[in-house]
């Protein structure tokens, strides 16, 4: 089983960025996908950005498009999510998961989820 740890996250300002970072152990963790998540407060939790195994493919949820970046480096286990040009609508906890498939946003078809790293962005 894979475990994935958090951490990157802080206080910025608006217009400023940031890089959340997932490291992975236990089982290798290059067969999979690998996706970002948020949560906000009092929101459900939604779907950010996703690699594919290669880091070829990526796929993004409309609001961060053009202004986030996921990337992964299989050699270190981590994956990375880049976010520049942060908005206060972007403050919440970030979680990483992983998925046996490739082009879901559904939090269903994700697993082994950290416990998420707090992003908060002022304005």
């Known amino acids: 089983q894979v475990q994935l740890v958090e951490s990157g996250g802080g206080l910025v300002q608006a217009g400023g960025s940031l890089r959340v970072s997932c490291a992975a152990s236990g089982r290798t963790f290059s067969p999979y996908t690998m996706g970002w998540f948020r949560q906000a407060p009092g929101k459900e939790r939604e779907f950010v950005a996703a690699i594919n195994w290669s880091g070829g493919l990526t796929y993004y949820t409309d609001s961060v498009k053009g202004r986030f970046t996921i990337s992964r480096d299989n050699a270190k286990n981590t994956v990375y999510l880049q976010m520049n040009s942060l908005k206060p609508e972007d403050t919440a906890v970030y979680y990483c998961?992983?998925?046996?498939?490739?082009?879901?946003?559904?939090?269903?078809?994700?697993?082994?989820w950290g416990r998420g790293t707090q992003v908060t962005v002022s304005s």
């Open positions: 998961a992983i998925s046996n498939m490739f082009g879901s946003r559904r939090s269903a078809d994700f697993g082994s």
